[in-house]
């Protein structure tokens, strides 16, 4: 079972919000770690979107929208990043990222398209 | 501002070395930790390996622990990748990245360059 499971793939339209999860492997504690989220469009870099711990302990990377935003879903022990009033310049490939046992790990990502 | 640039990067045989090259600049170079990350063709992002600012830290992924080195010349505001024992699996788009600072230097990767393409092929 990997570290970090993402769905493959996710579709929204404009305007609407879309919800990616990024899910702990079974028994790794959600609450441990700091859950990173990179978006990288076609073509293009990866770029550091947000990280988020908690409420108190989250960051906004420079220049990303306060329409991006972190959570944490205990229930599915899944990290999440949500956008809302999605735009066509969102459709990218999304990849979540954490530090477990002295690596850093990314999960395999999701591509969002906007429709 | 700060730029990073990867070089290095070449068609190689199954069982070749290569080393890759990083130049920064537009920040204090020795300040800051360093990753390598690659992309192989059409997949995700796998990370390979970290380095501290003064190399007294450093980590390696799995799929590269014992073939792969990375190093560092802070005088010479440069990121190194040693690559040993190549594969056609290696065969990807090599990044380097600046990691961010303080506690997140092995987390926050706000800065990549622009890669270099590694073909491992007979």
């Known amino acids: 079972q990997p570290v970090l499971t993402q769905p493959t793939s996710l579709s929204a339209s404009p305007g609407a919000s879309a919800r990616f999860t990024c899910t702990l492997r079974?028994?790794?504690?959600?609450?441990?770690?700091?859950i990173y989220w990179y978006q990288q469009k076609p073509g293009s870099l990866p770029r550091y979107l947000l990280r988020?711990?908690?409420?108190?302990?989250?960051?906004?990377g420079s220049g990303v929208p306060s329409r991006f935003s972190g959570s944490k879903d205990a229930s599915t022990n899944a990290g999440l990043l949500l956008i809302s009033g999605l735009q066509s310049e969102d459709e990218a490939d999304y990849y979540c990222?954490?530090?477990?046992?002295?690596?850093?790990?990314f999960g395999g990502g999701t591509k969002l398209t906007v429709l | 501002e700060v730029q990073l640039v990867e070089s290095g990067g070449d068609l190689v045989q199954p069982g070749g070395s290569l080393r890759l090259s990083c130049v920064a600049s537009?920040?204090?170079?020795?300040?800051?930790?360093m990753h390598w990350v690659r992309q192989a063709p059409g997949k995700g992002l796998e990370w390979l390996s970290y380095?501290?600012?003064?190399?007294?830290?450093?980590h390696y992924a799995d799929s590269v622990m014992g073939r792969f080195t990375i190093s560092r010349d802070n005088a010479k505001n440069s990121l190194y990748l040693q690559m040993n024992s190549l594969r056609a699996d290696d065969t990807a788009v090599y990044f380097c990245?600046?990691?961010?600072?303080?506690?997140?230097?092995?987390?926050?990767?706000?800065?990549w360059g622009q890669g270099t393409l590694v073909t491992v092929s007979s």
């Open positions: 990245a600046r990691g961010g600072e303080g506690s997140t230097a092995k987390t926050l990767l706000d800065y």
């Open positions: 537009g920040f204090t170079f020795s300040s800051y930790g």
């Open positions: 380095i501290s600012s003064s190399a007294s830290t450093i």
């Open positions: 079974s028994g790794m504690n959600l609450d441990s770690y700091r």
């Open positions: 988020y711990m908690s409420d108190s302990d989250k960051h906004q």
């Open positions: 990222a954490i530090w477990y046992s002295s690596t850093l790990i």
